[in-house]
């Protein structure tokens, strides 16, 4: 499986990741998301915004441009998943029921 980097923006309040998005949609940006925030980075703030970690330097510099305020930038790795629906040659469905 391929990894993707992702970079994902913390922020010191919900608030705040909602403008952040509002702006980059405005200045062009289609690739970001607001996601929970990874607990690995944080229990602020709940919601953090993602990108493609190549963007991020763009982001950031949109970010700045727009007068947004965030606590700070991190670079996550995320491991692909398979498609919805598929599996592997000998993997199980299993139906949840027991």
């Known amino acids: 499986m391929a990894e993707t980097e992702y970079g994902v923006v ?3 309040s919900t608030q705040g990741a909602i403008k952040a998005e509002r702006a980059l949609v405005r200045a062009g940006f289609s690739s970001i998301k607001l996601i929970p925030t ?3 980075l944080s229990s602020d703030c709940g919601t953090a915004l993602r990108s493609a970690w190549a963007d991020m330097e763009a982001v ?3 970010l700045q441009k727009a007068h947004v305020e ?4 991190h670079k996550l790795e995320a491991v692909e998943q398979p498609e919805r629906g598929t599996h592997q040659q ?3 469905k ?5």
Do not use: D, I, N
């Open 90 to 92: 000998g993997e199980r």
């Open 70 to 73: 965030y606590e700070s930038v």
């Open 38 to 40: 990874p607990r690995q």
């Open 60 to 62: 950031v510099a949109a």
């Open 94 to 98: 299993e139906s949840g029921r027991g």
């Open 10 to 12: 913390l922020f010191h």
